[in-house]
């Protein structure tokens, strides 16, 4: 019997989402991006609400029992993410409105701000739709 996995990969900017998009495969697992802002030289992103659903976010993947691959956006510095050209913002794939954000790809499911820091919402986003 297979053991379910979660895969975790970090990306550290627009480009690199972009070319992560561009290598997705049909048949991998579910797949999860969480938009989060930069990190500090402290190790703690610069946004608030992402500092508190970080850690909510960590302990439920790594509870979670599921073939899913789940993917850390950084969106860039207050300044970066606050334009209003952001591409995280402008972006058709994305619409961003608010940091951070759980997007299921190839769904219209997310979570948005505190909603990212609810256990429950993350269950319920990553539910089965058998």
């Not at 290598?23 to 802002?37: A, E, H, M, S």
């Not at 970066?80 to 997007?103: E, G, H, N, Q």
Request: proline fraction near 3%; charge should be positive; glycine fraction near 4%.
């Amino acid at each position: 019997m297979v053991k379910n996995k979660t895969i975790i990969h970090s990306l550290n900017d627009y480009n690199e989402f972009k070319n992560y998009l561009s290598n997705i495969k049909d048949n991998q697992p579910k797949l999860y991006f969480f938009f989060t802002g930069k990190k500090k030289d402290n190790g703690r992103s610069w946004c608030i609400y992402c500092q508190l659903a970080e850690p909510v976010v960590k302990a439920f993947l790594s509870e979670l029992k599921k073939d899913i691959t789940f993917v850390y956006v950084d969106v860039g510095d207050r300044d970066y993410w606050k334009d209003r050209a952001c591409p995280f913002r402008t972006d058709s794939r994305t619409k961003l409105m608010v940091i951070p954000t759980i997007i299921k790809w190839k769904g219209v499911q997310r979570l948005e701000g505190s909603q990212c820091n609810n256990r429950e919402l993350l269950q319920m986003l990553m539910e089965d739709e058998d």
